[in-house]
């Protein structure tokens, strides 16, 4: 179970995310990370969209670029927005020459214990997959099992990347994502969210 406290390295960007508040401290309304992003580093996440959770993000310290809907804007300490239901972007990445730290608040449209868990978990076990190269230098698993597992997961709560329809996504998930578990692939191992 991933409680307050539980950390993850992503050894791509060299950024580390905190866990703040989980589903035990939020009633399974969503979560509150801490991220720490290394100067120079790309995003952790490619561009994607949620169908039903709300992200707002805060500025703590040092400046940040971040994408939403397509419009790459800057922040600094102290500064903050919102990505509603349905809005196209990427998390802050680090725009100068100091860290940058932030927090990002995700509440779900109803309580979701189960979501909170396993999307976080989805995070967790994709930087454990990096530390054994097992991705590739989009952060992505290199496996297309292992990749269409990783997607079912995240899609069963509304998790989207852009690079393709949703549509299209629901049914490689229902095809190619359902066999990937029947293969044992999973989008959360227990070995990396312990």
Known sequence: MIRAGFVVENPLTGSRTEVI???AETNGQGWLLEVTCVPDARPDIAEH???SWTETFEIVSGSAHYKLDGAQKTLQAGESYTVLPGQTHIHPWNAGASPLVY???DVFGQPNAAAVQD???VFATVAGLARLGKV???GLPKNPLQ????????????GYDTRLPVAVQNVLSAT????AERLGYRGVYPQYVK
């Not at 990749?147 to 709560?157: P, V």
């Open 103 to 105: 927090r990002q608040r």
């Open 136 to 138: 590739n230098q989009q």
């Open 176 to 179: 190619l994502g359902r066999l």
């Open 147 to 158: 990749l269409a597992a990783t997607a079912r997961t995240l899609g069963k709560y509304g």
């Open 49 to 51: 969209l949620h169908l």
């Open 21 to 23: 508040e989980s589903d």
């Open 119 to 121: 999307v976080l978990g």
